[in-house]
């Protein structure tokens, strides 16, 4: 059974104390016309940032032999999908297209550009997979243990992710937590799960942990938070490694913020393999224009893309990475054709 990738509008859900959204300060005609010109300066940026990645990065056998191979390559350079991913897949993309290697040569051709689209976007599409199933099947109940290191989103996600997949599809839910590191961080959850009306559980120890789980088998569903871990403490927590490791019935997700470099992410993401996570999430899209490393990350290590946030309104802010969300991120200009040609 794999669980439903659409999320039912719901109302926002706040603690005492949080600010809401309604308290925003409303736009006025000034804020309006400032930030239309901001928005224009940030296209005419993306515009010059194109046209001087086609012209001073792309490969050089492609100059002045196809305008489309520039082009896509600067398309996705742009959106910082790292350079020699981006080459290798507009490479394969043309070989596909031409059913061989370009020739070099001196005459600028562009193709039907069209014609270019389909291969590009299958090649672009064969470098990830984004998978929307909960939990790893057929286990009983679903377990999702979210890692990550600190304020990535891992305990906002959670709730996010216990209305939605929970409480609308009336399904029993309970959330543990064995973040006692910071003890607000619990107590956040704590007050979630009260206004939820859900059971929750603060472990102390990983073998507490599985006796929670143990005694829970009842529940559709667990969600397990944990502290955000920095490098540091990531060879410290060899006990939670070993337990994620090890339990073959726990679907692990690696969270992490969209707005980080690539660099840093890869780095991250390594870091983090000890506790053996099989999915990668990525919160906070709302705070970058840039989800090229989002894409790569996902190429380089095979793990599927799960769910993105783009937000922290809880519970509306989580979709489900789906192929043609990520291709839209990496590929918006192709995001038109991106449906037809899937
Ligand atoms: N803008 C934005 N903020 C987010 C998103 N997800 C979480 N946050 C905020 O990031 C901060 C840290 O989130 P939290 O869930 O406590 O992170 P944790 O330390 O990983 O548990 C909080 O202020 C959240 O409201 C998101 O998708 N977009
Ligand atoms: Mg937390």
Redesign the pocket.
Known sequence: MSLPTSLPPEASLKLPGERSESMAVPPSPVTDRLSMEVAELKKELAGMRHAITRTAYAPAQWIGVSQDLSDAYAALTAAEVSAELAREIVQAAGDRLNGHRLPPGPATKRTDGSAFQRPLIEETSSRFTADATLGRSPAQPRIVALV??????????LVKLAVNYGLAARRPVLPLSI?THRVA?AD?LRSYAAILGIGFQLLETVSSLAQAIEENRGKELIFI?TP?LAYGDLEDSESLAHFLATRGDIDTHL?LPAPMKAAGLSRMVDAFEILRPRHLRF?????TGSYGPIFSEAARTGKPLYFF????RIPE?LEAASPERVLDLVLPSAGGRTRSAA
């Open positions: 990550g290191p600190p304020g990535s989103g891992k305990t906002t996600t973040d961080a956040r938070d955000g969270v919160t906070k899209l709302d705070e946030a783009a937000g922290r802010d």
